[in-house]
């Protein structure tokens, strides 16, 4: 645990954005969520509260952001706590959708809350299982609102660029209702790792759905960022083999160390034909 800490803390020496993105609240937080939405290669975000100021307008409750670059308008509402978020935090946006639709004479808007909750507390210490009630996600669905905490936000930008993934890869994520899960459409399930032997470095991936071969690039959902390896090879009751299938328990090699694997761990299959779209 010290250790991830430590490397969420280095972070803010090189990418001060994501390290605000886990400590900030109010309009410095906003402007930390701008710059990863720009790493992340949206390109028609706009300040709400800038533009009405551009127009001379002030002390108009607004959203904290809009994206335009697609069909949907997605509008932001940013917020920063100290706990975690009551229905009003979580849902305002809705009106804000509601009064743009009115505004702009279109139905093509949709609402996303975006919480840095229990900012205090060091990410890896606060509840990220469960950050939004389920009433409130209940909620969240039935309006059509994204939820998204700024620590999968931050998960999410150090992944995207770490594994040099593009922006199709992830930008249908942001128009997910209900909590946004962060994994990019080029990823594939296949299983768990259930074992690990660290003084060979091998892992023991539990087939569960698809398959892997030799050579396939492969993503293991560590507890800050998705890291990437090739699969060089693997092995079943010590034999090497060409495909692992559903319910194979395999070894493999890995880069991974202790501090990284934890049994359950989530893998999946890097496929290639959906990074070239």
């Not at 109010?26 to 390109?43: E, N, R, S, Y």
């Not at 697609?70 to 920063?80: H, N, Q």
């Not at 702009?104 to 975006?114: A, F, P, R, Y």
């Not at 939004?132 to 905490?149: N, P």
Request: charged residues 30%.
């Amino acid at each position: 645990m010290a250790v991830l800490e430590q490397e969420i803390e280095n972070e803010q020496n090189t990418n001060a954005y994501l390290f605000n993105l886990l400590t900030e609240t109010g309009d410095a937080l906003v402007q930390a969520i701008i710059k990863t939405l720009q790493i992340l290669g949206f390109k028609q975000i706009k300040d709400a509260d800038k533009e009405l100021a551009a127009q001379g307008i002030e002390k108009q409750n607004r959203e904290d952001l809009q994206i335009h670059d697609y069909e949907t308008t997605l509008l932001l509402e940013v917020k920063g706590i100290k706990g975690f978020p009551c229905d009003d935090d979580a849902i305002a946006v809705q009106k804000y959708v509601v009064l743009r639709m009115r505004e702009w004479e279109s139905v093509k808007i949709q609402g996303l809350t975006i919480i840095n909750h229990q900012r205090h507390i060091p990410p890896l210490e606060r509840d990220n299982t469960l950050p939004f009630r389920q009433e409130i996600l209940d909620i969240a669905k039935e309006q059509q609102i994204g939820l998204l905490t700024t620590w999968d936000l931050h998960r999410l930008a150090r992944s995207f660029v770490q594994n040099k993934w593009n922006h199709k890869q992830i930008k249908d994520l942001f128009y997910q209702v209900g909590r946004i899960n962060i994994l990019p459409s080029h990823y594939e399930f296949i299983g768990t790792i259930e074992r690990f032997i660290e003084s060979k470095g091998i892992l023991g991936i539990k087939i569960e759905a698809s398959s892997l071969r030799p050579g396939d690039r492969i993503a293991f959902k560590l507890p800050v960022i998705f890291e990437e390896q090739k699969c060089e090879s693997l092995e079943f009751e010590k034999n090497l083999i060409e495909v692992a299938e559903v319910g194979m328990l395999v070894g493999t090699k890995t880069h991974l160390t202790k501090k990284d694997v934890r049994i359950g761990i989530h893998v999946y299959k890097v496929i290639y034909n959906k990074m070239e779209e």
